[in-house]
């Protein structure tokens, strides 16, 4: 099983403040990192496909890099509805797994 | 408009029984493979179970196996989820996901309460 671990876990953000997530696998993917957020009450939404994918209809602001074990998603710049939850997520070997999560909250 | 809608959680016992339901619409469903994915209280996502798209193939997480049985309907565009056994560590909100480009879930429902409980 890949475990895929997330940094931080919580971060306070400023308005208008660059942020970065890493996400880090226990071996290299090949193929299939993504990233999704979660608000409170709400299903998962797809941000970043394949690592550095955009998705239709989510805002330029996002944006997702890294290959082999690496992965970062970046928010730049934080607006205060993009406070939620940050899960990474492999799909290239079963079982599927999700990073732990980070929870981003405005300062 | 792609649109997954969940059924059948509920409270059940430890050692119960219960069938989820997702009804799919806005896609072809019998083109795309489906999964399961569960969040527990206090808890991150956790991947369940997947279906390949003619149901030929499916997958589970350790912790299910033998318990849950995942299935499709593609004449009825349906994904289920059979579980017995249940489990207080079970108790989550299930969520059906359509697999989108290279397995990423770009659609998920609204999810469905399972409460293990005594």
């Known amino acids: 099983e890949i475990a895929l671990t997330q940094s931080p876990v919580f971060q306070s953000v400023s308005p208008r403040e660059k942020v970065t997530i890493t996400c880090r696998a226990s071996q290299s993917l090949y193929d299939g990192l993504h990233w999704y957020q979660v608000k409170a009450g709400q299903s998962p939404k797809l941000l970043i496909k394949r690592a550095t994918q955009s998705v239709s209809g989510v805002p330029s602001r996002f944006s997702g890099s890294g290959s082999g074990a690496d992965y970062t998603l970046t928010i730049n710049p934080f607006e205060a509805e993009d406070a939620a939850e940050y899960f990474c997520h492999q799909s290239g070997n079963v079982p599927y797994t999700f990073g732990q999560g980070t929870k981003l909250e405005i300062k | 408009e792609v649109q997954l809608l969940e059924s059948g959680g509920g409270l059940v016992q430890p050692g119960g029984s219960l069938r989820l339901s997702c009804a799919a619409s806005g896609f072809t469903f019998s083109d795309f493979a489906m999964s399961w994915v569960r969040r527990a209280p206090g808890k991150g996502l956790e991947w369940v179970s997947m279906?390949?798209?003619?149901?030929?193939?499916?997958f589970y997480t350790d912790s299910v196996k033998g318990r849950f049985t995942i299935s499709r309907d593609n004449s009825k565009n349906r994904l289920y989820l059979e579980m017995i056994d249940l489990r207080v560590e079970d108790t989550a909100i299930y969520y059906c996901a359509k697999d989108g480009w290279a397995s990423s879930f770009d659609n998920w429902g609204q999810g469905t309460l399972v409460t293990v409980s005594s």
């Open positions: 279906i390949i798209n003619r149901g030929a193939d499916t």
